[in-house]
């Protein structure tokens, strides 16, 4: 299905020509990974079924993949507040973060892992340190929307950390009629970055783990 797909020439970013609308979008995620959700998952992408997304040696690996990024840009200990965007429970948060204080915000109503808040966000408006988002932007229609969500919460000089799936090849058709509408190389993460004032600090991708990360900081001085 070659038409699937539009891809920008210049930063060779890549999107589904089915896009979401808000409402659309709101009912998908309301229940994400209930019961409906997966069936309707399974519908477009059988191969979620045996996805090692839920399999505990792959979370482990998703952090030291995180862990050794911000271990070579970032002193954990100037860290005091975190919020991993979209993050479930909370288990990509890094360890390392010993002194901060950590928040979640999930859509799917899972509650957090010990130690880590429930962000509220009618009522925690705080800045933080360092904003995690991980495997999200993909699924956004107005990816604009949720980077200005997530710059609402940063100040000069936070961090942020954005992960998306990679791929060696074009992405397969039941992943782009399925709710991964956005792909990203290198070039596009760090351009929608730049968009909005982030200076990119770093980035990194892992083929084994399908996972592609950049790091920034706001308004960085060092852009």
Same mark, same amino acid.
Request: charged share 25%; with cysteine; net charge negative.
């Given at each position: 299905?070659?038409?699937?797909?539009?891809?920008?020439?210049?930063?060779?970013?890549?999107?589904?020509?089915?896009?979401?609308?808000?409402?659309?979008?709101?009912?998908?995620?309301?229940?994400?990974?209930?019961?409906?959700?997966?069936?309707?998952?399974?519908?477009?992408?059988?191969?979620?079924?045996?996805?090692?997304?839920?399999?505990?040696?792959?979370?482990?690996?998703?952090?030291?993949?995180?862990?050794?990024?911000?271990?070579?840009?970032?002193?954990?200990?100037?860290?005091?507040?975190?919020?991993?965007?979209?993050?479930?429970?909370?288990?990509?948060?890094?360890?390392?973060?010993?002194?901060?204080?950590?928040?979640?915000?999930?859509? /799917?109503? *899972?509650?957090? #892992? %010990?130690?880590?808040?429930?962000?509220?966000?009618?009522?925690? @408006?705080?800045? $933080?340190?360092?904003?995690?988002?991980?495997?999200?932007?993909?699924?956004?229609?107005?990816?604009?929307?949720?980077?200005?969500?997530?710059?609402?919460?940063?100040?000069?000089?936070?961090?942020?950390?954005?992960?998306?799936?990679?791929?060696?090849?074009?992405?397969?058709?039941?992943?782009?009629?399925?709710?991964?509408?956005?792909?990203?190389?290198?070039? /596009?993460? *760090?351009?929608? #970055? %730049?968009?909005?004032?982030?200076?990119?600090?770093?980035?990194? @991708?892992?083929? $084994?783990?399908?996972?592609?990360?950049?790091?920034?900081?706001?308004?960085?001085?060092?852009?």
């Amino acid at each position: 299905m070659p038409n699937l797909l539009v891809t920008c020439n210049d930063c060779g970013f890549s999107a589904s020509r089915i896009r979401f609308t808000n409402e659309e979008e709101a009912n998908l995620y309301k229940d994400y990974r209930g019961e409906k959700y997966n069936r309707m998952r399974l519908e477009c992408e059988p191969k979620y079924e045996t996805s090692s997304i839920f399999n505990t040696n792959y979370i482990n690996d998703r952090l030291e993949f995180i862990t050794e990024m911000i271990g070579r840009n970032i002193d954990s200990n100037k860290i005091n507040s975190v919020l991993d965007y979209g993050g479930g429970a909370g288990e990509l948060i890094p360890p390392a973060f010993t002194k901060a204080i950590k928040y979640v915000y999930d859509i /799917s109503g *899972v509650e957090p #892992l %010990d130690g880590i808040k429930k962000l509220n966000p009618t009522i925690d @408006k705080d800045p $933080m340190d360092f904003i995690m988002c991980c495997q999200v932007l993909e699924h956004k229609s107005d990816m604009d929307e949720l980077i200005n969500i997530l710059k609402s919460y940063m100040v000069t000089d936070s961090w942020i950390y954005i992960e998306v799936p990679v791929y060696r090849n074009p992405p397969p058709d039941d992943v782009i009629i399925g709710e991964h509408i956005n792909f990203f190389n290198e070039q /596009s993460l *760090v351009a929608i #970055l %730049d968009r909005h004032g982030i200076c990119a600090i770093d980035t990194t @991708k892992n083929y $084994m783990l399908g996972a592609m990360a950049v790091l920034g900081k706001f308004n960085s001085k060092s852009c």
